[in-house]
T-cell receptor, first 112, second 114 residues
Framework: RKEVEQDPGPFNVPEGATVAFNCTYSNSASQSFFWYRQDCRKEPKLLMSVYSSGNEDGRFTAQLNRASQYISLLIRDSKLSDSATYLCVVTAERGGADGLTFGKGTHLIIQP | GAGVSQSPRYKVAKRGQDVALRCDPISGHVSLFWYQQALGQGPEFLTYFQNEAQLDKSGLPSDRFFAERPEGSVSTLKIQRTQQEDSAVYLC????????????FGSGTRLTVV
């Protein structure tokens, strides 16, 4: 079983709609959680951190459910520029540092 | 430099050839990670350096893969006797302290083995 599992999609969503996707993680010892965004042929970039209390950044809302070990991302009023792959990321101890463990990514396509 | 720099940007290697991929992290960044990203997959951890010390190499897929960071700055990932399954994007990320929210990724090296 993969450490981080996501629905790869693609999710085809009309512009202006709300879209949500989840991921699940298997390591209950994971301490930190993130959503990264990756555009085609580009490097991953941090979108937002995910906290148990939930957090919001503009049109983006992230939530963490530690008991069920899942993380969610909600995008409201989607824009064409939101089209990308969204990577769910949890930390795992690597040589004393917090290494990032990535999901496969969920591919989102916003349609005009 | 302003960001993490990786070179070459693209590399085509014949099967059996050795390759060397370079990562130039942000100046002063202590932590450096290498990841491998196959097509349609998320990045997979390969190895971690704190300064010049390689503290975790558990993700290296075989003994054909070797990484070093001799002076605690520039790092090189070497792949010997490349095989087709080595074709992927190799990403380098660095951080000032190893704190997870502070990682900056380079643009990656796209390796194609033919």
């Amino acid at each position: 079983r993969k450490e981080v599992e996501q629905d790869p999609g693609p999710f085809n969503v009309p512009e202006g709609a709300t879209v949500a996707f989840n991921c699940t993680y298997s390591n209950s010892a994971s301490q930190s959680f993130f959503w990264y965004r990756q555009d085609c042929r580009k490097e991953p970039k941090l979108l937002m951190s995910v906290y148990s209390s939930g957090n919001e950044d503009g049109r983006f809302t992230a939530q963490l459910n530690r008991a069920s070990q899942y993380i969610s991302l909600l995008i409201r009023d989607s824009k064409l520029s939101d089209s990308a792959t969204y990577l769910c990321v949890v930390t795992a101890e690597r040589g004393g540092a917090d290494g990032l463990t990535f999901g496969k990514g969920t591919h989102l396509i916003i349609q005009p | 430099g302003a960001g993490v720099s990786q070179s070459p940007r693209y590399k085509v290697a014949k099967r059996g050839q050795d390759v060397a991929l370079r990562c130039d992290p942000i100046s002063g960044h202590v932590s450096l990670f290498w990841y491998q990203q196959a097509l349609g997959q998320g990045p997979e951890f390969l190895t971690y350096f704190q300064n010049e010390a390689q503290l975790d190499k558990s993700g290296l897929p075989s003994d054909r893969f070797f990484a070093e960071r001799p002076e605690g700055s520039v790092s090189t990932l070497k792949i010997q006797r490349t095989q087709q399954e080595d074709s992927a994007v190799y990403l380098c990320a660095s951080s000032r302290t190893g704190e997870n929210y502070g990682y900056t990724f380079g643009s990656g090296t796209r390796l194609t083995v033919v």
